[in-house]
């Protein structure tokens, strides 16, 4: 399987293990963040990533991981998953979808990308807007503001 196949692949569990978990979520009082389904080394990581106002804590984490677990076990979409992590997106959230583009709106981030010898940099800024149709969000930083395609992006994430 080559590499856009098994991004693909990866792409369609998230989708499906983010429908399948999202009743539990909702039922707590969280916000489902993302799903990650990723393999790090030989292992495969389903990352369920969950949010509430003010932050979430290690115990709202563990409440909501084993109805999670039995939720992902009874599932036919995914065939192996080694680690199930439940967790939060933390203080430096990653930024990948369009939802959180729209949300982190006016908060500062961190702009990881590639120089053309393949050196990675960062930029910072204050996310002023993001383009679902063109794939694009803007930076405003002491520099001026900056339209960047998200797919040029290395990573980004929400900054301090």
Excluded at 8 to 24: F, H
Excluded at 131 to 149: F, H, Q, R, S, V
Aim: glycine letters at 8%; one cysteine or more.
């Amino acid at each position: 399987m080559g590499v856009t196949d098994t991004a693909e692949k990866s792409s369609r569990i998230e989708e499906r293990a983010r429908e399948a978990v999202m009743p539990v979520i909702e039922q707590n009082g969280l916000k489902l963040w993302d799903v990650c389904f990723e393999k790090e080394g030989a292992m495969w990581y389903l990352r369920i990533l969950v949010d509430k106002e003010g932050g979430i804590d290690s115990d709202e984490c563990e409440d909501i991981s084993r109805p999670i677990n039995e939720i992902i076990d009874k599932q036919d979409f995914i065939s192996k998953v080694d680690i199930l992590e439940v967790g939060s997106p933390g203080l430096t959230k990653k930024l990948r979808r369009p939802e959180h583009f729209v949300s982190c709106t006016g908060e500062r981030i961190r702009v990881t990308k590639r120089d053309e010898k393949g050196k990675e940099y960062s930029v910072y800024g204050i996310l002023a807007g993001y383009d679902e149709e063109d794939g694009t969000i803007t930076l405003e930083n002491e520099d001026g503001k900056e339209t960047i395609a998200v797919a040029d992006c290395v990573k980004i994430n929400s900054d301090l």
